[in-house]
Structure formats: C-alpha cells, structure tokens
C-alpha cells in the first residue's frame, strides 16, 4: 500500500488526464481506484488501499440508515482509473487547475479553488482540530 505526502499543483490537458507527480507516486500501478470525496476531493486509492477501505466498511452494518447511504454513495461513484504509458489518469470530472494532496494511505485531487478553500480553513484551525482528535482519543 502507498505512503502518500505533499501538495502538487497541476493543469489537466484537454483531454482531461492529469500527469502524476513522480514525487507523489514513485512506482506506478496499472490502475487506481477513484472514489467521491470529501470536501469537493476525489480519493484516489491503490489496489490494496482501497481493498482496506472497503474492508473497513464492510465492518459496518448495513442495517444502520447511515451506513447505506455512505455505502451507496461510495459504490456509485466508484471509478476505475487505468493508467496511460505516459503515467497520466484521466479525470472527465475536472478540468483545468488542480491540486494533488498525499493523504497517508491515498491521495486527493481538488479542484485548485475548492482546495485553496478547505486547506484555508483546516489552517485557520489547526490547533483547534489537533485538540479535537486528542479530545476524542482521551489523550
């Protein structure tokens, strides 16, 4: 599974792909897994990644009301992404201006204005939302 950090800014071209950092993405796989995000993101997963979120929400049970919705959210916007010879997926959904952001375990792509807009605000609030986890964590 990959180890995904840092931010890249890239232009998709007019056919919609988008070339994948080599910093974000050392050795390609044949494909990825596209899933809605959240935020206005598209997750980008591994294979064994995306078998690990999967997992995760099979765990859940499907009787709970919430749990359908996000299942079925997920399962419906789920996209397969081959790669091209030249390391590029394509992204009918997007154009223009992006950003790439590692995410530990995936990757996320954002339109740039939507990104500028949640890292802003996830900035302005950082020590807010480090309290926050520690708080839950009972730390």
Do not use: C, W
């Not at 952001?101 to 807009?117: L, M, P, Q, S």
């Amino acid at each position: 599974m990959g180890k995904y950090f840092g931010t890249y800014n890239r232009v998709l071209d007019d056919k919609h792909r988008l070339q994948l950092p080599s910093k974000l993405v050392g050795e390609l796989p044949a494909r990825f897994y596209a899933v809605k995000g959240h935020e206005g993101a598209i997750a980008i997963f591994e294979e064994k990644g995306f078998d690990a979120f999967l997992e995760d929400l099979q765990k859940r049970s499907y009787l709970d009301r919430e749990v359908r919705a996000y299942v079925r959210e997920v399962s419906a916007s789920t996209n397969v992404l081959d790669v091209d010879s030249h390391g590029r997926i394509s992204l009918p959904s997007l154009e223009g201006e992006v950003v790439v952001i590692g995410v530990i375990d995936h990757f996320e792509i954002f339109a740039k204005e939507t990104h500028d807009k949640v890292m802003k605000d996830a900035e302005v609030r950082f020590d807010e939302l480090a309290q926050s986890i520690a708080d839950r964590e009972g730390k």
